[in-house]
């Protein structure tokens, strides 16, 4: 057995997910971890699923069958835990603005730190109705980072910004 990825999109519409699992079932496929949305008038999903390695190129082939929806996808390598990170929860909170993901997501690679998932969304406030942006992520931070410096340099990105922000474990 192997362990696949299977992204696909494409114009919503009812059915889409009915399609894909059945190409899976049909292929004895089990799926261990999935995301699916809409994004606008588009459907995503991305899969983690478990195949006999002598299906996936007969999978890939009926998926790829499927009326109007792209289908990318990779043999994945088994992942080793490791116990030199903590998990922590990192979201924010601001009037939207360009480029606030970028902020971030630049200096966690300035530390090493791995994101695990991360999610955005941007909703009206109930008062002024502007646009607020909000993001949820998890992240992996080494454990032999400076934390101290790490939460400074947050905090300087964050007032430089005016974001709200918050990291727990």
């Known amino acids: 057995m192997k362990k696949i990825i299977i992204n696909a999109f494409g114009v919503d519409r009812p059915g889409i997910v009915s399609e894909v699992t059945k190409v899976i079932t049909f292929f004895n496929g089990n799926i261990e971890t999935s995301k699916m ?14 195949v ?3 299906k996936i190129d007969d999978l890939f082939n009926k998926l ?5 929806l792209k289908i990318t ?3 994945t390598k088994e992942k080793t835990e490791n116990s030199t990170f903590k998990y922590y929860k ?6 939207d603005n360009e480029g606030i993901v970028f902020i971030f997501s630049e200096l966690f690679k300035k530390y090493n730190i791995n994101i695990l998932n991360m999610e955005t969304e941007i909703k009206n406030a109930p008062i002024t109705g502007s646009p607020v942006f ?3 992520s998890t992240l992996m931070i080494p454990e032999s980072i400076d934390l101290e410096k ?3 340099d947050i905090n300087i990105a964050a007032e ?5 922000f918050s990291l727990k474990k």
Do not use: P, R
Not at 39 to 48: A, H, I, K, P, V
Not at 160 to 164: G, K, L, P, Q, R
């Open 64 to 68: 790829n069958q499927i009326n109007d």
């Open 90 to 95: 990192f979201s924010i909170t601001i009037a």
């Open 150 to 152: 790490f939460k400074n």
């Open 134 to 136: 909000s993001l949820e």
């Open 52 to 54: 006999n390695k002598d």
């Open 37 to 50: 949305l809409q994004l606008e008038s588009e459907f995503s999903l991305l899969m983690l699923v478990k």
């Open 160 to 164: 430089v910004e005016s974001i709200d």
């Open 73 to 75: 996808g990779k043999i």
